[in-house]
């Protein structure tokens, strides 16, 4: 029996966001910020872990920990 090695739309994966694992240089913070007011950048998905005011002496320790990104104070909450 012939097998193929050809791929068809019905048994591919699913498209996946992109990841960028980039540093942004200062040259290209305009860009940066363009994207971001256009809503193309999800800047969501960076903040890990929220804190109240009473709880930020935690923050900066969250921050260290395997897999967390970015730890954040809301002071009003």
């Keep these: ?10 048994n591919r994966q699913p498209a996946r966001p992109a990841t960028i694992r980039a540093a942004v240089l200062p040259r290209h913070w ?6 971001i007011a256009a809503g193309r950048v999800n800047l969501d998905i ?15 320790k969250a921050g260290k920990q395997p897999g967390q990104l970015k730890a954040v104070v809301y002071p009003g909450r």
């Design 1 to 10: 029996m012939a097998t193929s090695t050809a791929t068809s739309r019905t």
């Design 46 to 60: 960076l903040v890990t872990r929220k804190f109240t005011l009473a709880q930020s002496e935690e923050a900066p």
């Design 30 to 35: 305009p860009l940066a910020i363009q994207l």
